[in-house]
T-cell receptor
């Protein structure tokens, strides 16, 4: 079945460490996204990519980095510069505005 | 810029009662509007979408939404709530090519 796989589901890291969240899709979608979800704040866009080897900052890109070397993969690195990294992170993909997004099941990152 | 507002961060209904979750978009008529549902610790699933083909849209799990231009609204309804409907619901609208803006979400609680 086609879909988006995010791994791991839960991730614990010590403060000051970089951590990379994985997102892989087999839907052949061109566009991929990373959102951060905090209680009561909805979804906030971190980065998005509409094509391989190209990506753009979203609304809250500071302290995060991404790469898009393959169409199927869009990993997110949470760096030590991110002041409050504990959150639920969602990856999504899209083929066009008409179809909306397909979401992964999320990664809950806890930094202690 | 396009935006959506969801009134009521928490809504409680009795099992069997009408569910009404509110979403208002900003003044310009969007080409598409979406409702997504999120169960605890999961990603978002598409419930239904408006595409201008019809103002009353039927989705999965018995939900429907009506697009009302005069009220700039796209409220989500279900005639009879079921315990399994307890989840968080998000309204979303395109904001630029391949990008969406999400509302802050409404958490639905269903009382036995």
């Amino acid at each position: 079945d086609g879909g988006i796989t995010q791994s791991p589901k839960y991730l614990f890291r010590k403060e000051g460490q970089n951590v990379t969240l994985s997102c892989e899709q087999n839907l052949n979608h061109d566009a991929m996204y990373w959102y951060r979800q905090d209680p009561g704040q909805g979804l906030r866009l971190i980065y998005y990519s509409q094509i391989v080897n190209d990506f753009q900052k979203g609304d809250i890109a500071e302290g995060y980095s991404v790469s898009r070397e393959k169409k199927e993969s869009f990993p997110l690195t949470v760096t030590s510069a991110q002041k409050n990294p504990t959150a639920f992170y969602l990856c999504a993909s899209s083929v066009s505005d008409f179809y909306g997004y397909t979401f992964g099941s999320g990664t809950r990152l806890t930094v202690v | 810029a396009q935006s959506v507002t969801q009134l009521g961060s928490h809504v409680s209904v009795s099992e069997g009662a009408l569910v009404l979750l509110r979403c208002n978009y900003s003044s310009s008529v969007p080409p598409y509007l979406f409702w997504y549902v999120q169960y605890p610790n999961q990603g978002l699933q598409l419930l239904l979408k408006y595409t201008s083909a019809a103002t009353l849209v039927k989705g999965i799990n018995g939900f429907e939404a009506e697009f009302k231009k005069s009220e700039t609204s796209f409220h989500l309804t279900k005639p009879s709530a079921h315990m399994s409907d307890a989840a968080e619901y998000f309204c979303a609208v395109p904001s630029g090519t391949y990008k969406y803006i999400f509302g802050t979400g409404t958490r639905l609680k269903v009382l036995a």
